[in-house]
């Protein structure tokens, strides 16, 4: 089993744009620790054991396997198997490997694993960890049935109205969140503008939308058991003229591919010409939902499955395509189709953009940078990863970068760059609510509308 994916692994409660690659010094005995786990990840992985005989295993395996036996023999506390070699591997993600490649313990695979499927548990916000500003309200999460808005910022939270504390302290709201039983109601004081009210919420399991439709007169999004059920919302954004829908992708994890198709098919419905596409917030995801995504979007290509991203291994390069190529069914010669990002735009949301630029789908003028903390630009991550599960420790994987991400034909990489107002695009501030901001960028990018 291999997934392959270009977000950085994280919790939906915590906010992870600012976590680049850094460069790291390697100290000699890590550095023989980091060999030797590659052994043990191989033979594992070969599924012959990690102890294939004495003539196979170098002299730092060996090295290896007699501290780990005369810890275990000679400590005065218990050390296992699987302590020992948690703390190995747990030193090599710290020491050695870059900010995306990691192990995992069984515990947080499976919670990888879930998560890609689209179910998850807990309120259902992504929180800018320095001021528990909400940055992105989960569709059908709890958050969203309780009325809780982008960009509203948590300052108060207890298990009843009496009894909120005020705080906006992230690690004592974390606490407070875990120490919630789900199903419980608990309350927040929220802060939008100088507006403060009090929200009812929950902590519970369920199956997050991530594609949101909206047009001048109608809004839809995804529920049911899979959240495939396209669903009418009352939220249409006025700001667009008659031609323009607007469509929100938050992750390419779950049911977004699925999700996605639907609302390309309210699109077609509602005879709609050009289309904003929002990927602000969106930090990556798998890149089979990117391929099928990227499918609506290879403007001119005559091929039936156009190439989609290029992945560079450095002695090699594989090319990733769609799974079709279906631009002309839903757009004319007319059209126009925008992007909307930020510096939470990431992995496969640049890829994609990428793909549509390099396609023609959209030019650098028709996307608009969000201004946050006084930065204009997407986060600059062209860098995969691929998860393997590793057969030494039963349910651990390790997820480690194999590739460099190139555009499909340019081959231009934004890693640790990119896209930025030099490169041409618009520029919004997005001073206000979440629905100012999107009339801001349209305005930009529709001046006419």
Not at 136 to 148: D, H, K, L, T
Not at 337 to 363: F, H, K, P, Q
């Amino acid at each position: 089993m291999e997934n392959t994916e270009w977000n950085p692994w994280d919790e939906v409660q915590e906010e992870q744009r600012e976590q680049l690659p850094v460069e790291k010094k390697r100290k000699p005995w890590k550095r023989g620790a980091a060999w030797a786990l590659c052994a043990v990840m191989a033979a594992g992985l070969l599924g012959t054991g990690f102890l294939v005989g004495r003539l196979t295993i170098d002299e730092e395996m060996r090295t290896l396997l007699r501290v780990k036996r005369e810890i275990q023999k000679e400590y005065y506390q218990e050390v296992t198997d699987e302590e020992f070699y948690d703390a190995l591997f747990y030193a090599v993600n710290n020491n050695v490997l870059d900010a995306y490649s990691q192990y995992l313990s069984a515990e947080e695979f499976d919670a990888v694993t879930e998560s890609a499927t689209g179910r998850t548990s807990g309120l259902g916000v992504v929180i800018n960890k320095s001021d528990l500003c909400i940055l992105r309200v989960c569709g059908n999460s709890p958050a969203e049935r309780a009325g809780i808005r982008v960009g509203s910022y948590i300052v108060g939270f207890g298990l009843t109205e009496e009894t909120i504390q005020q705080s906006s302290d992230h690690a004592t709201f974390s606490a407070f969140l875990n120490g919630v039983e789900d199903g419980i109601p608990f309350y927040l004081l929220l802060k939008e503008g100088e507006t403060l009210s009090i929200k009812s919420a929950t902590r519970e399991n369920y199956v997050e939308n991530y594609v949101f439709y909206r047009s001048k007169d109608t809004s839809y999004g995804f529920t049911g058991n899979k959240a495939t059920t396209l669903t009418e919302r009352s939220d249409a954004l006025a700001c667009l003229n008659a031609d323009t829908a607007y469509i929100r992708l938050t992750q390419f994890n779950g049911s977004a591919a699925e999700q996605f198709h639907g609302a390309m098919s309210q699109f077609k419905t509602e005879n709609k010409k050009h289309l904003v596409l929002d990927l602000r917030g969106n930090g990556g995801g798998y890149l089979n939902i990117m391929r099928e995504i990227a499918s609506y979007f290879c403007k001119g290509s005559e091929k039936e499955k156009p190439v989609v991203a290029v992945a560079d291994y450095g002695e090699k390069k594989d090319e990733f395509k769609a799974y079709e190529n279906v631009y002309d069914e839903y757009f004319s010669a007319e059209s126009r189709i925008c992007v909307l990002a930020d510096r939470s735009t990431a992995s496969a949301s640049e890829c994609l953009i990428g793909c549509m630029v390099d396609y023609g789908t959209t030019a650098y003028g028709d996307i608009c940078l969000f201004t946050v903390d006084g930065t204009a630009k997407t986060f600059g991550k062209g860098i995969m990863q691929n998860t393997y599960p590793l057969q030494i420790l039963k349910g651990n994987a390790i997820k480690l970068t194999t590739a460099e991400i190139r555009w499909p034909l340019s081959g231009h990489s934004i890693h640790g760059r990119g896209i930025l107002p030099e490169d041409g695009t618009k520029v919004a501030q997005n001073n206000g609510s979440e629905e100012e901001g999107i009339a801001e960028a349209v305005a930009k990018l529709f001046p006419t509308a």
